[in-house]
């Protein structure tokens, strides 16, 4: 009984540093998905924007079209200023010149 109260104890301990992992993990919420014109909706299409990058070489904010923004966020040339994550990427992604 004890010892479940401690493993209890323990376990509602850990509870908010594993939900701040998994908050950190997330990408940064720039925009809002359904708020977005169509036309922005058409262009993120066209290009193959997706929200979170599968390489982390090729990501929005490593892309000579990012203007950053607040944290984690941003806006892109090829958007037409649209808002995009740092995280993020599409078709027409361009390495930043190393300046
Ligand atoms: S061109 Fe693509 S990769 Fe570059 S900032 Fe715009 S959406 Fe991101």
Known sequence: MIASR???????????LALAG???A???VCYDPNALPLSQRSRRRALGYVDASPDPAKQ????S???AAAPGCG???MLSG???NGG???NSFARKSAT
């Open 82 to 84: 649209g808002a995009v």
């Open 65 to 67: 079209f990012f203007t």
């Open 75 to 77: 806006t892109c040339t």
């Open 6 to 16: 401690r493993s209890f104890l323990a376990a509602a301990a850990l509870a908010p």
């Open 26 to 28: 997330e990408p940064a």
């Open 60 to 63: 929005c904010g490593r892309c």
């Open 88 to 90: 993020s990427v599409c």
């Open 22 to 24: 998994k908050a950190s």
